[in-house]
């Protein structure tokens, strides 16, 4: 087991560094252009393909880096750039943890590359858990997987929405209820292959921030999938299901097995704690040279006390955030359980600390905080998401206040 370090070696500074060269020299300076046009910013992506940024050997050296800071330091460095770029970029991953969290090695290894493509012909993947009638409430998902025994297929229906990359992926990983009488237990993540007859873009949503992330429902109608598509195998949905129906009954069954969709946001959220580092980290870079350049009264502002001291605060916060999410994502790398919710914990922190941080930041640039010539105004607007995807606040809330009590909190 690695000792958790707060100071990164030559390997992770390298990559940090290397990552804030991109961000400041190809995603900042297309980052306003892309949040006018709320496209995709393929031509990103593909630069970032080229350069062996957005790749799947890229993500898993850090994904499995045994210092648990890779990921972190990736993101908030991309997120330093542009966070709407940065969830284009980065917003494959997270179908790719629902493969690495739920399947078996042979489907790591047959759709994990497959979700990004070569440099020449750059591919996305979408993660679809989120329903019109099941946000936080994971439990009521209407979308219903069915199995063709004889063909060795599953059936499925139902229409997923908030979706990354919804609809324009190659790939899809949809979760869907199997068993509705067992809630989130009776669930089961799938791999719908590219081109697969039934599944559709819906919506378009014309986003408050992060509009370079395209986000859509997914419209599955009667979308068939072989057997093996199903993540983890037939044999072990049988076994946990079992399992849950015999805990469910009042028996002595293990209660052990994790839910399809809680796996995946479990093991993500460090990592989108530290995308909201990076925005909060860049909002408090630009509100302090304003502060030393602005002159009023005769003097910079920065040095009123109470400009000094929001940007004080604004500084321990990022920081304290920082510790966190480090913390977090070092005990996952070492299979630590979270016995006081401390992924929540990083995503909670972090995300509050993104929406106030950016807040100040318009404050002290005042009026010129306020417009588009100045990229604070773009930064606050990507971090309300922070509060609300991936686990609202709330939510977070509510998994930490169960975690410390012992009690299911309602």
């Known amino acids: 087991m690695s000792t958790f370090s707060l100071d990164p ?13 991109f961000a400041a020299d190809v995603i900042r300076p297309a980052a306003a252009e892309w949040d006018e046009r709320e496209e995709t910013p393929w031509p990103i992506i593909q630069e970032a393909a080229k350069v062996g940024i957005y790749s799947l050997d890229f993500y898993a050296q850090q994904y499995f880096d045994s210092s648990g800071v890779g990921i972190p ?18 917003g494959t991953t997270l179908a790719a943890v629902a493969v690495l969290a739920n399947g078996t090695d042979e489907q790591i290894g047959t759709w994990a590359p497959q979700m990004f493509g070569t440099p ?3 591919k996305v993947a979408a993660f679809c858990s989120s329903e019109p009638d099941a946000g936080s409430d994971v439990s009521a998902l209407r ?5 063709d025994e004889a063909k060795d297929e599953w059936v499925l229906n139902g229409t997923k929405t908030w979706a990354t990359n919804g609809g324009i992926a190659d790939v899809h990983v949809v979760v869907a209820t199997v068993d509705p009488t067992l809630g989130a237990r009776g669930q ?3 791999v719908v292959p590219p081109g697969t007859p039934g599944l559709s ?9 992060i509009r370079a992330s395209h986000t859509a429902e997914v419209v599955i109608d009667d979308v068939r999938v072989p057997g093996h598509c199903l993540l983890g195998g037939k044999e072990k949905l049988d076994e946990r299901l079992a399992r849950a129906r015999e805990r469910a009954a009042g028996g002595a069954g293990s209660a052990k097995g994790k839910n399809a969709a ?5 093991a993500s959220r460090p990592a989108v704690g530290a995308q909201a580092v990076g925005i909060a980290r860049a909002a408090y870079e630009v509100a302090l040279d304003y502060a030393k350049t ?6 910079p502002i920065i040095d009123n006390q109470g400009v000094a001291f929001q940007l004080a605060d604004m500084k321990t916060r990022i920081d304290a955030a920082r510790l966190l999410v480090w913390r977090a994502s070092w005990m996952a790398a070492t299979n630590q359980p979270f016995h006081n919710a401390e992924g929540s914990m990083s995503k909670l922190y972090a995300g509050e600390t993104a929406k106030w941080v950016s807040s100040q930041a318009m404050q002290i640039l005042g009026g010129n905080g306020f417009t588009r010539e100045y990229p604070v105004e773009r930064m606050h607007r990507d971090s309300a998401i922070y509060t609300i995807f991936e686990g609202t606040s709330e939510i977070q809330r509510l998994v930490i206040s169960r975690a410390i009590s012992g009690i299911p909190i309602r």
Do not use: C, N
């Open 9 to 21: 070696g030559p390997d992770q500074i390298a990559v940090r560094d290397w990552l804030h060269g």
């Open 73 to 90: 330091i990736a993101m908030e460095e991309l997120f330093w750039g542009d966070a709407g770029i940065g969830l284009a970029i980065v």
């Open 120 to 122: 020449d012909d750059v």
């Open 143 to 147: 979308t219903r997987a069915v199995y």
């Open 188 to 190: 089961a993540s799938f």
């Open 201 to 209: 873009q819906g919506q378009k949503f014309k986003k408050h921030g």
């Open 262 to 266: 809680m796996a995946t946001f479990e």
């Open 294 to 299: 602005r002159v009023q009264f005769g003097r």
